[in-house]
Structures are given as structure tokens and as C-alpha cells.
């Protein structure tokens, strides 16, 4: 079994590659590899789209690739196990709305990733460092992650789902943030796992053993 993270320059995936290749030899569960090659993509059986800056940046890195928007589309819609992560997430919504212009998502996940507005005026934007997750839905990848539980983020922007359903983790601040996203084959985190220590690790365990 393969697990494929997808390089497409947005961002340093040392140490993403590194939290995965250590669940993976944990859990036995196959190798893990980055790679920008579309062709690997085609024929991993599970794939994480990590993301780090604007929406539309990450959006036109993937772009740049000749082949792999095609083949990520293939793939999800043939129900192959993914993960996104950060932008990687936001992604997976239809519409991005950063800097008074829209990009488009995917779509695999019907909502709009929208500005971080909180109620409270003291708290800086962009969201930075960790937080408590508030509310969990009972899903795979999230077994043993319960609220109160630490995780780390760096983001302005999150995902607001079209519907409630998809929304399978929050945090506060300043107001309900989203968390975790997901449906079917697909499980997105605003959150960063790799940073987010042993929470993060449990994680990425769950999505490498993970049987939708």
C-alpha cells in the first residue's frame, strides 16, 4: 500500500512527510511518498493534498501541473481515501473568497471557504497557534480525538459547509471556526496534524488504517 503527499511547491513538507512516514511504519501501513508526478497519484491507494498560502495560489499551483487536477478528480471520485489539509481542505469547497476575488474549488464538498470573523476584536487574524477542539463528530478518523483536545493552526480563512452534515470538527474563537470537513471517502482538516503532536499523530494514524 501507498500513501501519496502531493507536491506542488505550496509549502515545506518535511515534516509532514516525516509524522506520516512514522504512523505509517507504526501501523504497518505501507509506504509513504512525495511526489509531484501525476502517475504516482494514479497509483496510490490513498492521497493527502496538503496546502499552505491563499486559496487561489494553491489552486494554480495544482494548475501547473499538467495532468494532476484530472487525476485527483479521477481518483476521489473513485472513492480512493483522501486527506486535505490546511488549503489542502479548503480545496475541497467550491469557492474560495480571498482578497475581494474568487477562486474555484473542487467542489466536493459544496461551501465556501470565507474570511475568520471573530466576535472579538482583541483576537488577531490571522488564527495562529493551538486551540481546543469544542465539538467531534463520531467518525474514523477522528476515533480517540475528543473535544479538548490541542490542535495547531495557521489560517485567516475557513470552510463553511453548505451541509451541516460535512462539518465534523470546530474550535472558538471569537465564534465557531471549523476544523474538520468531511464526506464519503474524503476528510479534510483546517488544522495542521503533523504540528499538532500527539492529537495530530493519532490522527494520521486513523486516515492510514482507515477502511471507508
Known sequence: MTTVIIDYESGNLHSAEKSFQ????????????VTSDPEAVRRADRIVLPGVG??????????????????????VAEGTPFLGICVGQQLMTS????????????????????????????LKIPHMGWNDLQSVADHPVLAGIAPGDHVY??????????????????????GPVTAAIGRDTMFGTQ???????????????NFLTWKP
Open 22 to 33: 512514522r504512523m505509517a511504519r507504526e501501523h504497518d501501513a505501507g509506504a509513504v511518498v
Open 54 to 75: 491563499a486559496f487561489a495560489d494553491c489552486r494554480a499551483g495544482l494548475d501547473a501541473i499538467p495532468g494532476m487536477v484530472e487525476v485527483l478528480e479521477q481518483r
Open 191 to 205: 488544522f495542521h496534524p503533523e504540528k499538532s503532536q500527539a492529537t495530530g499523530l493519532r490522527l494520521i494514524a
Open 95 to 122: 469557492l474560495g473568497r480571498e482578497h475581494g476575488a474568487d477562486a474555484q474549488g473542487f467542489g466536493w464538498i459544496p461551501g465556501e471557504c470565507v474570511a475568520i470573523t471573530p466576535d472579538d476584536p482583541a
Open 153 to 174: 493552526f495557521v489560517h485567516s480563512y475557513h470552510v463553511r459547509p453548505t451541509d451541516p452534515a460535512h462539518l465534523l470538527a470546530e474550535v472558538d474563537y471569537g
